[in-house]
């Protein structure tokens, strides 16, 4: 089968991208490791002992990195409709968070609360921007719907937001709910690409 422009594309970048031959040499799961490392570096998100949901996890990097911030006294709990190699201190429940059986999975995983929810979910872009941004302004929006179910007071949330129709109104919203709310680009989102994410922080109840 004939590859597309746009997959030829990705596939030179990959094989171009420093952070992807990084992300290889220090054993992560993916580049997207390096967004949350400098999420993490000037938010301070993640400490031991948290209790940290990832929603959208596979293929890990995201979950792994967590788990070596939380340390044995935190928590990791992933989530995701593909299926993930398992990860050490990571707890992997595979499916669709919006089905009952699966949330209620997290929830009774989760147990007591989370300290941070984090997401890093995107729709399958179909280049169509009428298309792909709605959709990928549902999912922060359901990640978020969850956050603010499952944070403790003063939790914090981070989300993957694509810039466009709905992403200054999703991000009013989320001034309700917490203290304060940042959007990062990091060094490791494309410069082409209109992925931010936004940082929320002191969860209100």
Do not use: C
């Amino acid at each position: 089968m004939t590859r597309s422009k746009s997959s030829q594309r990705w596939l030179r970048e990959q094989h171009a991208d420093p952070f992807t031959r990084q992300a290889r040499a220090e054993g992560w799961r993916g580049r997207a490791v390096y967004k949350l490392m400098e999420l993490d570096r000037k938010d301070g998100l993640l400490r031991r002992g948290m209790r940290v949901m990832d929603l959208g996890a596979a293929p890990g990097s995201w979950s792994q990195y967590a788990a070596t911030r939380v340390g044995d006294d935190g928590l990791v709990i992933a989530s995701d409709r593909l299926p993930i190699d398992a990860i050490a201190g990571v707890r992997f429940i595979e499916g669709d968070f919006h089905d009952e059986a699966v949330l209620n999975a997290l929830l009774e995983g989760l147990g007591e609360g989370a300290d941070l929810v984090m997401s890093d979910m995107a729709p399958n872009m179909s280049g169509v921007t009428a298309v792909d941004q709605p959709a990928s302004m549902a999912l922060a929006e359901l990640a978020h719907d969850l956050a603010v179910r499952v944070l403790k007071p003063g939790g914090a949330f981070v989300t993957k937001m694509f810039q466009g129709e709905g992403s200054d109104s999703f991000t009013r919203a989320l001034k309700s709910d917490f203290t304060g709310v940042r959007i990062r680009k990091p060094e490791a989102s494309r410069d082409r690409s209109r992925e931010v994410y936004i940082v929320a922080t002191g969860r209100q109840l």
